[in-house]
């Protein structure tokens, strides 16, 4: 990871820290990310030289004003004004881990072959965070090729469920036993 990127990420922690809303500004950082995420041309937009800082920091004074923490949004246009909002998804994904750490929290991705409603997720967080011994909250993933069951990777660790793992473990041991 950037070392700038961590710098930023490790100011914005310490402040949600010393005012005790680690919380509110991991889900604020994360709405940030989900909008970066859903055009990656919103960051060319602010990292671009002809474009002034006061034009950057009003759009996002209209975007976020009213839907996250006023510190949060004067970090994000520390960012634009010290030209370091290129780095935004990279401090993001920093603060993120940060958070997690702290509030004990590890992500992992859900692989499955159709959209899991929102319940059925939940389920499937409070499982395996019974079987880590942790909150885990998961990202789905839509794999088609998993054709049924799901499949669950935290790290390095690998649940796998689906009729695909099934069918090539069968298919192995028919193979061995010719």
Partial sequence: ????AERYAESLFAL???EDAISSYLDDMKLVDEVLESDPKIVQFFSHVLISDEDKCKLLDDSFS???NKYVLNFLKLLVKKRR???IRDIVKSFIGLCNKKLGIEEGLVYTPYALSDEQLKDVEK?????E???????QIIDESLIGGIKVQINTRVYDDSIKNKVEKLRSKLLESR
Avoid at 1 to 4: G, S
Avoid at 133 to 139: A, D, S
């Fill in 133 to 139: 011994n942790k909150t885990i909250v998961l990202r």
């Fill in 85 to 87: 909002i290129r780095y």
């Fill in 1 to 4: 990871m950037d070392t700038v």
């Fill in 66 to 68: 009213s839907s996250i």
């Fill in 16 to 18: 949600a820290s010393e």
């Fill in 127 to 131: 499982a395996m965070s019974e079987k």
